[in-house]
């Protein structure tokens, strides 16, 4: 077993994110994970991420507050404990419409050629 604690978490900046402080609850560390890494990511009212894909699949979490997520012109509401899966190649685009922080744990794979 291997336990990181919430102190520990360190800061990230993702590409293309606004409004959003990301931090690294468990990955790219001795000891850590081997397929995946995980994150929490606090958007602030009007903050988000993209439009962009990934040439891997992502699963997100929402802990607290709202998300929405934009596919191919649908829009989808994630509240509190809701999920989703984004497929690899497929373009999304995130965004907090909400006038209340959203909280939300981010599953990504480690990407081709990442030292674990």
Known sequence: MFTKRFDEAQPYEAPNHRGCFGLRLQGFEEGGPKNQWVGLSQFLPGGGAGPDSTPFEKVYVVLEGE??????GRETVLKALDSCTVW????????NRSNHT???????????GAVQ
């Open 88 to 95: 690899p190649g497929e373009v999304r685009e995130i965004v």
């Open 67 to 72: 998300m929405t997520i934009i596919v191919d």
């Open 102 to 112: 959203c909280k939300m744990l981010v599953v990504i794979p480690y990407p081709a």
